[in-house]
């Protein structure tokens, strides 16, 4: 048998650890790790710090490169599986060639696994296609993005009695959702809060949570939603990426 973690390792601050992600990170033998590109050699640079306090001395460490998403394709569904089935088929081949039987491998997703990611996603692909032979695989949950933007902002995500819904940018562009008075809302890259109207909202925003570059915004939309664009934008062009993620509440 070989045994894949999928190991959460919170939304940035190396302290948002759980101590079953730490006993996890130290069994491991084998770190598989997607290749990010430059642009986010700070995230490698903490991914790093976290292996160099909590992993084995004897850990190796395989990057596997992320293949291209298309994103100007008119099915995004069907584009994100097409990513996903390309992730799988590499991250197949790096187990079969890497992890030897009895070992125990790890791949550390940023924030919670089963939140808005794609890893759980790839290798039950992995295991239910047979692409590698004798693979089990567990998950340790992490601290969210959207739970850290929650205690940065202090404030909960629910109100007595009330949903809360979460959501992307996509999404949110076809209206607010009705129903709801609380919306978190992933990764919007067009800052979709701006073209709701005149309706009465408030706005928690936080990009590069838990970091040090971390940037917290909050209050009506009306007030601070060209604020946000403005830092958004700005960020963005300094370090060549962006992750943020915010919570709309109607008054």
Same mark, same amino acid.
């Given at each position: 048998m070989r045994t894949i973690q999928i190991i959460g390792i919170g939304a940035g601050d190396p302290d948002h650890l759980t101590l079953q992600a730490v006993k996890a990170i130290s069994r491991t033998d084998v770190f598989f790790v997607v290749?990010? #590109?430059?642009?986010?050699?700070?995230?490698? #640079?903490?991914?790093?710090?976290?292996? #160099?306090?909590?992993?084995?001395?004897?850990?190796?460490?395989?990057?596997?490169?992320?293949?291209?998403?298309?994103?100007?394709?008119?099915?995004?569904?069907?584009?994100?599986?097409?990513?996903?089935?390309?992730r799988a088929d590499l991250l197949g081949v790096a187990i079969r060639k890497e992890l030897a039987d009895g070992e125990c491998g790890a791949l550390l997703v940023w924030g919670d696994p089963a939140i808005y990611d794609s890893t759980l996603a790839v290798v039950a692909d992995i295991v239910d296609r047979g692409a590698v032979e004798g693979l089990d695989y567990t998950v340790v949950p992490g601290v969210s993005s959207v739970t850290a933007l929650a205690a940065s902002h202090r404030v909960t995500l629910n109100r007595v009695g009330r949903p809360i819904l979460v959501t992307t940018g996509r999404r949110l562009a076809n209206g607010f959702p009705s129903g709801v008075d609380d919306v978190v809302v992933m990764l919007d890259a067009h800052c979709t809060f701006t073209q709701l109207g005149d309706m009465a909202l408030d706005i928690y925003w936080g990009a590069y949570l838990g970091t040090p570059d971390e940037i917290l915004i909050a209050g009506p939309v009306s007030q601070v939603g060209s604020r946000i664009v403005e830092a958004r934008q700005r960020a963005r062009d300094t370090k060549g990426w962006i992750m943020d993620t915010y919570l709309l509440r109607r008054r």
């Open positions: 290749d990010k #590109g430059a642009e986010k050699q700070d995230l490698a #640079g903490l991914r790093q710090l976290i292996l #160099g306090r909590h992993a084995a001395a004897a850990h190796r460490v395989v990057e596997i490169a992320d293949p291209a998403r298309r994103r100007d394709a008119e099915d995004y569904v069907e584009a994100v599986e097409d990513w996903r089935r390309q």
